[in-house]
């Protein structure tokens, strides 16, 4: 079974109930999803998953330093042979 993780921005609660029904549609297509705020997530855990989405808003006011923080991270990792996409 493929693993999913979903990471959302905590802005203004938007994107975490975007993230979450994601997150049930790909579990009703026989996913195997975890869902977080990249405020809170740990890098290390992305070995165990097969796809990373994030989601972010781009027109949200004074965009998120975590947001900043994490995506400099995460273009430290080594990513090979994962499926990636940003809504």
Not at 13 to 41: P, T, W
Not at 77 to 82: Q, S
Request: proline residues 1%.
């Amino acid at each position: 079974m493929k693993r999913v993780l979903f990471l959302h921005e905590f802005l203004n609660g938007v994107m975490e109930k975007i993230a979450m029904v994601l997150n049930r549609g790909l579990k009703e297509g026989g996913f195997n999803v975890d869902c977080s705020s990249i405020s809170i997530i740990q890098l290390n855990n992305f070995n165990i998953h097969d796809m990373l989405g994030i989601v972010v808003s781009e027109n949200e006011p004074g965009k998120s330093k975590n947001l900043d923080n994490f995506l400099s991270k995460l273009m430290r990792e080594k990513l090979e042979n994962k499926l990636g996409i940003m809504l």
